[in-house]
């Protein structure tokens, strides 16, 4: 846990020095909603169609920082003097993930007010908790698959190609978990809390690439 | 000087892709020796450097580093060695002294060690400045700190000296010369610098161990075929 938290206080220092990636999240998540405002041409929209723009736009945005989040171990030499250090590789996953994780959930407590604002019709209050939770379990899954495939792009020099191609296709289960958790949420008179079946979808996903993630991720910083 | 060897290579090869960078090099350092390694560039001085340093996988031979075959117990290496590479390993948004907290914090030592060092190379005073801002002869200071930050038993030094003054060529000398103590392991663009400092040397032709011994048995036909 040293050497990932050492890890992760580093990325985080990066971000903050190069304002690289959460700007960029939160500016591309908030032009989209502004888009789907026109391009809908509704005032407000509720249930379903709301969650799937707005749970589409944040894992879009999310592609942004998984894009990014190797950039400097690869082109700064991180990757080796992290290598050359005695320690667990896996530090470098779970840091890395943890980074992401941080990154989504600064991501959203601008984003999801902001799409309150500009695109919902119904009031975010009552839902609130519920959607945090569904939220929060989301952000796992994007850190985690997020982690392995931004270490798989980064080898390749099509880094910014190979990222969404591996990426989305593994991150649509969560997506269609996330999306039809938060529909009845986000609905006129909507449930105050999502339904446990999707809630479980989510945490299993999260489980089971959590667990691939860390069978894998040694053999990915090989040479 | 003890005579078991710290570094021992018996025919290694290494490939990249279908092109082989090093091919049958064998080699043995003995403890507090120092090795210079010679070659044009492209020789497989730096593949060979890596290689040492657990960064890259051998294709074939046996390699063995303070007594550990290699990659096989490369754990239990990497604590032990230090690495001064062509790149300085070092973050260019983060100041020199973040840096070496860093990779102090990775290897579990005391802060104060990162200002013992700093202080050493002369770079205490702009150890706060973004790497990305200073000259490339204090960036080369601080990837040595870097490299000497756990006081390591081996030291691989890929032109360890490139871009730096006379000054800060003799504010580096502690750390990574002959009074280091450590194994060393040094390639230089300077063929006559590198044997002056040498016990052993190794040239390099095309991927291939063209000379292996003192460096009082290197001529100057040998440099110049290895340099052709």
């Known amino acids: 846990m040293r050497t990932a938290r050492a890890v992760l206080r580093k990325d985080l220092l990066l971000e903050l020095r190069t304002l690289e990636t959460l700007p960029a999240m939160i500016l591309f998540s908030i032009t989209t909603f502004v888009i789907f405002h026109f391009a809908l041409n509704r005032e407000t929209i509720a249930g379903q169609l709301a969650a799937g723009v707005l749970v589409a736009t944040l894992l879009f945005a999310a592609m942004l920082a ?4 190797f950039v400097a171990e690869r082109e700064q030499g991180g990757f080796d003097a992290f290598l050359l250090a005695p320690v667990d ?15 989504l959930v600064v991501l959203e407590v601008i984003a999801v007010p902001a799409f309150a604002l500009l695109l919902l019709g119904p009031s975010l209050g009552p839902p609130l908790g519920g959607l945090v939770l569904l939220l929060a379990l989301a952000d796992v899954a994007l850190a985690v698959i997020g982690t392995l495939v ?65 069978a894998v991720f040694d053999f990915l910083l090989e040479d | 000087m003890d005579q078991r060897p710290v570094i021992e290579l018996r025919g290694l ?5 279908e092109r082989t960078a090093l091919r049958d090099v064998s080699v043995s350092v003995p403890a507090g020796a120092t090795l210079a390694i010679l ?53 260019r948004d983060l100041s020199g002294r973040e840096n070496l907290r860093y990779h102090a914090q990775l290897r579990g030592l005391e802060m104060g060690r990162v200002e013992e060092v700093l202080e050493a190379v002369g770079m205490a005073r702009r150890a706060d400045d973004p790497v990305r801002l200073l000259s490339r002869g204090m960036v080369q200071r601080l990837a040595v700190c870097r490299a ?44 006559a610098a590198a044997v002056a400092e040498a016990d052993l040397v190794l040239g390099l032709r095309e991927g291939r161990a063209a000379f292996v011994g003192e460096p009082g048995k290197i001529s100057d036909r040998i440099l110049r075929e290895l340099y052709a």
């Open chain 2, 148 to 191: 000497v930050l756990h006081e390591p038993q081996v030291l691989l030094l890929d032109e360890p000296r490139a871009n730096l003054d006379p000054a800060a060529g003799e504010l580096v000398e502690p750390l990574i010369g002959r009074a280091s103590s450590a194994t060393r392991v040094i390639t230089g663009h300077d063929p």
């Open chain 2, 39 to 91: 070659g044009r560039n492209g020789a497989g001085k730096s593949t060979l450097l890596r290689i040492l340093a657990t960064l890259l996988r051998p294709h074939g031979g046996e390699v063995a580093v303070l007594g550990e075959p290699l990659p096989r117990r490369a754990f239990a290496v990497r604590g032990r060695l230090g690495l001064v590479a062509h790149d300085p390993l070092l973050y």
């Open chain 1, 66 to 69: 998984i894009n990014r989040l």
């Open chain 1, 150 to 214: 931004s270490a798989i792009a980064v080898q390749t020099r099509a880094r910014d190609l190979i990222g969404p191609i591996i990426g989305l296709p593994l991150l649509i289960p969560a997506l269609i978990a996330t999306a039809r958790g938060a529909g009845p949420l986000l609905a006129r008179h909507g449930a105050g809390f999502p339904s446990g079946r999707w809630l479980a979808i989510l945490a299993l996903y999260d489980v089971v690439f959590a667990l691939l993630a860390y």
């Open chain 1, 89 to 103: 590789r896996t530090a470098l996953l779970v840091a890395k993930a943890a980074a992401l994780f941080t990154f």
């Open chain 2, 13 to 17: 090869v290494r490939h990249f892709g």
